[in-house]
């Protein structure tokens, strides 16, 4: 079992810009569209912005055309937890990181094969990794 990473708001706020902090610990959205645009022909990983645990490889992202970065799989079954979301007058699913429960974003069941998933992620919450 991976062990938790915990820290208060003042740690977070030391090593996270405002925008980081705001969406990874707080659960608040970049505006669509908005994020960097993750170069992906070599591939790699994407890893937690907070901890840096693994969270998506870069051969399970596609362009959904929703705004931000999707993955249709986690990196393994541990990387991500989810949890029902009942904010904004909806139920959605959201996805954390399990090392640290950094908001990452929302999953959904409109992806593509082979998981019929699409995991909706947050730019500035993830750190893109080139393999070497």
């Not at 030391?14 to 990874?24: A, D, S, V």
């Not at 029902?84 to 069941?109: N, P, Q, T």
Request: charged content about 30%; overall charge positive; hydrophobic content about 25%.
């Amino acid at each position: 079992k991976m062990k938790k990473i915990i820290k208060s708001e003042e740690e977070w706020k030391k090593i996270l810009t405002k925008e980081e902090f705001l969406i990874t610990r707080k659960k608040h959205t970049e505006a669509p569209f908005s994020g960097n645009s993750f170069n992906i022909k070599n591939g790699g990983s994407f890893t937690c912005k907070c901890c840096n645990s693994e969270l998506f490889n870069s051969s399970t992202k596609y362009d959904s055309g929703c705004g931000w970065p999707s993955f249709y799989d986690q990196i393994s079954t541990e990387a991500v937890k989810i949890e029902k979301d009942f904010s904004h007058g909806m139920v959605r699913l959201e996805i954390l990181c399990s090392k640290c429960d950094s908001h990452l974003g929302h999953v959904f069941d409109d992806g593509p094969a082979p998981t019929g998933r699409r995991y909706c992620v947050n730019s500035l919450s993830i750190n893109y990794n080139e393999s070497k």
